[in-house]
């Protein structure tokens, strides 16, 4: 078994793309494997060259078996499940994967509707577009069936949950229908309220009113898409070396250049954060949650975070609540300083229930 007290050293931000490209991407290679979940509805076409041949199949994973990574462990100690954030896609989490697979543990990442290879609702490769919130929940435990039943994930040992912003209220939603599926789950900027510059209730009204007249699909006009330009795009990593590494990411492939919501994405954000925190909602949890907040978010509203964690604790559930002083949304790509004990805090958190299992 891997040692359960290790301590994880990000790369050296110094010498950053170097590492990934020559070290970390190859590693991750080795040990991959895409899979599809499909859905009922069809994709829609996009608006690029040869559109037909990349119509996606439904929704896509990628399975990392630490086994083939070469890690110590004899056996995994678990798989990790990544829920990303919104615009993302499963090659943003590239080093954090890395890190899990190091750790001794399995990685599964799937993109969520609208985004990377997964289907998409609207044409415009930039665009995210979800008519209803519930096909986030929905696909994703779906995804996760197929991947447990394809992977033998339940013989690997327990399932664990990283969701980040948008993946955090997905993955909120999940833990508070589906109680009992992860053994632990880190809500990390977990998007309990997004900030959209305008008043909740004006942002949703003039999205419904969009949605009723058929502009559900049409991007918010107020929103720029993404530019090939270096340093025009907003990006929530205080990382200089992580943000031009994923930049260069999205200037490759066209299916990392979402960078703006549609008014049906608008609505069905509002409506799937209303429900998340819901008191009845939020009382279903059995899963042991680590919320992290960021100190310095623009993205998302810390005071929906912290609600959440206020009905949480009323209701009895174990919910740990730890503060990111001085850091901006992505925990995850903030300088080394910041990411070193945010993500071994992680790891202490998930072993735990390795430890108390002796799995």
Not at 191 to 201: A, F, K, R
Request: charge should be negative.
């Amino acid at each position: 078994m891997a040692d359960l007290n290790q301590h994880i050293v990000p790369i050296p931000e110094t010498d950053y793309a170097r590492t990934m490209e020559k070290t970390v991407m190859p590693a991750l290679a080795t040990c991959r494997h895409d899979d599809w979940y499909t859905v009922e509805r069809e994709s829609v076409p996009l608006k690029i060259p040869d559109a037909e041949s990349h119509r996606s199949q439904g929704i896509h994973s990628v399975f990392y078996d630490v086994a083939e990574f070469g890690a110590a462990a004899e056996s995994a100690l678990g798989t990790i499940v990544i829920s990303h954030g919104f615009t993302e896609a499963a090659v943003k989490y590239s080093e954090l994967t890395w890190y899990f697979l190091r750790a001794g543990f399995n990685v599964l990442i799937i993109e969520h509707r609208g985004h990377g290879a997964s289907l998409r609702e609207n044409s415009d490769p930039t665009v995210v577009s979800i008519d209803d919130w519930r096909h986030y929940v929905t696909d994703f435990v779906g995804a996760l069936d197929q991947a447990r039943h394809r992977f033998s994930l339940d013989e690997a040992g327990p399932l664990f949950l990283f969701a980040h912003s948008l993946g955090g209220a997905i993955g909120a939603a999940v833990v508070e229908t589906h109680p009992d599926v992860f053994a632990k789950a880190v809500l990390s900027s977990p998007m309990l309220m997004p900030q959209v510059g305008m008043p909740l209730g004006v942002a949703y009204a003039m999205a419904s009113a969009a949605v009723t007249l058929g502009h559900g699909t049409d991007k918010v006009p107020t929103l720029p898409v993404f530019s090939e330009e270096p340093g025009k795009n907003k990006s929530g990593a205080r990382s200089t070396a992580r943000a031009e590494w994923y930049f260069a990411q999205r200037v490759n492939d066209w299916r990392y250049r979402t960078s703006a919501p549609s008014l049906n994405w608008v609505k069905a954000a509002l409506d799937l954060d209303t429900a998340v925190l819901s008191t009845e909602a939020i009382a279903a949890i059995r899963t042991p949650i680590l919320l992290f907040q960021a100190g310095d978010d623009h993205w998302v509203r810390p005071s929906a975070q912290n609600l959440f964690v206020k009905r949480a604790r009323a209701a009895g559930v174990p919910i740990r609540f730890l503060h990111a002083a001085g850091s901006t949304h992505e925990i995850f790509s903030e300088p080394n300083d910041v990411l070193e004990p945010y993500l071994n805090e992680i790891l202490r958190f998930y072993r735990r229930s390795v430890a108390e299992t002796g799995c």
